[in-house]
């Protein structure tokens, strides 16, 4: 006999819902759209969130190029990283990163978001980042919403 008018919904690959969403990144704050992209990857606003499960949706980041962040950290931030080999320590600006692929300084900063460990790098599939308006996911229906809407 089951008293419980309650139980606790455990999500597994095969009850996950995934959506398209498309998210304008015009005038955006780069960590406050950087954290609310990864949120809406992880699956932190639905209702059956399972920490060790694929349950996000898929993001579409629109305009890339037009995100902006504030004071002087476009040149005197420092990105770092290694080649592999001794001495190979490569240091670049954001500036240098925004000049040589835009869509870069977003992924990095969602990528730092994100768990380290298998399933993060699995999440970190589901982001496509498009400097422009286009993008070839038309045929997902990809349903465009509003950073304001998901505080």
């Excluded at 597994?12 to 959506?19: A, F, G, I, L």
């Excluded at 001495?87 to 730092?112: D, H, I, S, W, Y």
């Excluded at 982001?127 to 045929?139: A, I, K, M, Q, R």
Aim: hydrophobic share 30%; proline share 5%; net charge positive.
């Amino acid at each position: 006999m089951d008293n419980l008018s309650y139980k606790t919904i455990s999500a597994n690959q095969s009850t996950v819902k995934k959506e398209w969403i498309i998210i304008d990144a015009t005038n955006e704050v780069l960590g406050r759209l950087s954290s609310a992209i990864a949120m809406i990857l992880r699956g932190k606003h639905k209702p059956d969130f399972t920490p060790h499960v694929d349950c996000g949706d898929n993001v579409i980041v629109i305009n890339a190029e037009k995100v902006r962040l504030t004071g002087s950290k476009m040149t005197d931030r420092v990105h770092f990283s290694h080649t592999g080999y001794p001495g190979g320590q490569r240091k670049t600006t954001p500036e240098q990163m925004f000049k040589k692929n835009p869509t870069r300084l977003v992924e990095t900063a969602v990528r730092g978001m994100l768990p380290k460990n298998r399933l993060g790098r699995q999440l970190f599939h589901n982001l496509h980042v498009y400097t422009g308006t286009e993008h070839p996911h038309t045929g997902q229906k990809p349903k465009t919403i509003d950073l304001s809407s998901i505080k």
